[in-house]
């Protein structure tokens, strides 16, 4: 009988990413997957420590664990990701529920600690308090790379063995509702030498490193072979992708990655590009030609310094490469940002999006760029003028979308010990509710532009509202509001299937499925299925809609079937 995975993700896309990668690997060694905690042999939190919000909720759920594991002692609980490697023992010790710990550099170890865990339930840990249940006694398995990474001049001297959890990746044709995968993650940089005062993902994640681009036009290729048409490539600064060739290590028959020696000779052309080195320039090109049956080539997340013309070239002249720039400013004071050690001033900021627009910016020939932006507030010793300061950085950039957040000092970092927080929390909000504001009125106006215009739009699946209706509307089957997908009835209510389509496809009759889908700016569509279309036959297709409505966050309209 299978040993049964529950793995729940928290966080950034490079955390999905890593959980599809481990969950894939788990898989091919024989592990199912459940959706229910409940039913599960073993229990993985896959963690991010950016956010508090993150965090409370992965110490309440291991806190609901502690029951059943007192009597379960043959559970097996795991947590994963940028807690694991922060916090190390001192999780265990501060939840002894936690059987498994494994850093982000170190998820190839999983499938050994998980064998290791689930045969040594019976031995138990050494130092643990007799007082204990049983259950909480077991011996522990922990794989963390602590600053490892950093200290290694040649990362490449040993075999990457990360590298290979990316390279042997499963290409599942469904995710994980079974629905067509038609969208994916591709890494091209783990880790990440910026520093920036209130991030500790250098610390979790370790150093910048860069895979080779063979490696990852490879990974293209064979998701395109299995169906996936839009790839977006990830990395915490991801346009300082750069693989020097002349450097290249190569073990047992593979090449490494490298290490990141980032190219500092300012934001024009890199003089090696093509020969001796792949740039992000290059390596956006080589993709879009080597794989074309990617309709979709995206990326995130930009750092605004050091963002070569050649890149910004790259998108313009490649079709299906999109006009959508993710680039995190943080805040419209260069004191501030001084603070936070984000390495540009306000002015080179804005020279970049400025210049961004100049080359990428093409509304008459139907290609406008967008771009979005993150903004901290109530970080430590901010004053009204620096808050002033951030607002008119906002509206001079004209964003489509800002992710916005209150200053918080997470452990781990460089500020929660070199700066206290000052800012009240009255503050922070308020501040926080302006900045939103700003942010909506220039989003609505953003959205508006695009009203009359048909798009392109790579449609993601059911909408949000259609997804609560379903769950809402999944126990009272018996009324009509349920719709089905593909003859499946959702499992809250537990009608069968047979029982349901006699009721769906009389409601299919009067109510509309809602779908949702995104633009190559990223900007989010909604719009009505067809009638008598199948949803299943929507799903990561290309369709043009054309836009009649918008809000700040998202924008309406119909597809145009014939
Ligand atoms: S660029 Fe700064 S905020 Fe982004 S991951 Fe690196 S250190 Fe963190």
Request: hydrophobic fraction near 40%; glycine fraction near 8%; proline fraction near 5%.
């Amino acid at each position: 009988m299978p040993r049964r995975v529950y793995l729940e993700t928290f966080g950034c896309q490079m955390n999905e990413l890593d959980s599809e990668l481990v969950a894939g690997r788990l898989r091919t060694l024989g592990y199912a997957f459940t959706g229910e905690s409940a039913e599960a042999d073993v229990v993985l939190f896959n963690t991010c420590s950016v956010r508090e919000h993150a965090e409370q909720k992965v110490w309440s759920r291991l806190g609901e664990l502690k029951a059943r594991k007192a009597d379960d002692p043959n559970l097996v609980v795991g947590v994963l990701g940028c807690m694991a490697e922060r916090d190390g023992e001192a999780l265990i010790r501060r939840m002894p529920v936690v059987d498994v710990l494994c850093g982000p550099g170190e998820l190839d170890k999983l499938p050994t600690l998980l064998d290791n865990a689930v045969r040594t339930r019976a031995s138990l840990a050494a130092d643990a308090p007799a007082e204990w249940p049983r259950g909480l006694r077991s011996a522990r398995e922990v794989a963390l790379q602590g600053n490892t990474s950093r200290r290694s001049a040649t990362l490449a001297a040993a075999q990457d063995t990360l590298e290979m959890l990316d390279l042997s990746r499963a290409m599942s044709p469904t995710d994980g509702e079974g629905m067509p995968k038609r969208s994916a993650y591709v890494r091209i940089t783990r880790g990440c030498n910026k520093f920036c005062t209130y991030c500790v993902v250098p610390f979790t994640r370790g150093a910048e490193v860069h895979r080779p681009p063979e490696h990852i036009i490879e990974e293209c290729r064979r998701l395109a072979d299995a169906g996936v048409v839009e790839i977006t490539l990830l990395g915490q600064t991801v346009n300082h992708y750069r693989f020097e060739h002349g450097a290249a290590v190569t073990v047992n028959g593979v090449t490494q990655p490298q290490k990141g020696r980032s190219y500092t000779g300012g934001h024009r052309r890199d003089p090696f590009a093509g020969e001796r080195v792949t740039t992000f320039a290059d390596l956006l090109a080589r993709i879009h030609d080597a794989v074309p049956s990617i309709q979709r080539l995206r990326f995130v997340t930009s750092y605004p310094r050091d963002f070569g013309d050649d890149a910004l070239e790259a998108m313009r002249d490649h079709p299906r490469i999109c006009r959508y720039l993710h680039v995190p400013g943080q805040s419209g004071s260069d004191r501030i940002l001084g603070l936070m050690n984000r390495g540009y001033s306000v002015g080179e900021y804005i020279e970049f999006i400025d210049r961004a627009r100049a080359i990428l910016d093409q509304p008459e020939i139907g290609r406008p760029l967008a771009i979005s932006g993150d903004f901290i507030v109530g970080f430590p010793t901010e004053t009204d003028a620096d808050f002033e300061a951030t607002v008119a950085m906002l509206r001079r950039a004209r964003y489509k979308s800002a992710f916005i957040f209150k200053y918080s000092a997470r452990p781990g970092t460089v500020a929660i010990d070199k700066y206290p927080d000052d800012v009240p929390e009255a503050v922070k909000r308020r501040r926080n509710n302006a900045l939103l504001a700003a942010q909506d009125a220039i989003g609505l106006e953003v959205g508006q532009s695009n009203i009359g215009r048909t798009m392109p739009v790579f449609v993601e699946g059911l909408s949000v509202r259609e997804r609560k209706r379903r769950a809402a509307g999944a126990c009272s089957a018996h009324g009509s509001v349920m719709l089905t997908v593909g003859g499946r009835v959702p499992s809250a209510c537990g009608a069968g299937p047979s029982h349901g389509e006699e009721a769906h496809e009389e409601s299919r009759a009067v109510e509309r499925v809602q779908l949702s889908g995104r633009t190559d700016t990223d900007h989010i569509v909604l719009f009505d299925l067809p009638a008598g279309a199948r949803v299943e036959d929507w799903i990561g297709r290309l369709v043009p809609v054309r836009i009649t409505g918008a809000t700040a966050l998202a924008l309406s309209g119909s597809p145009i079937t014939a």
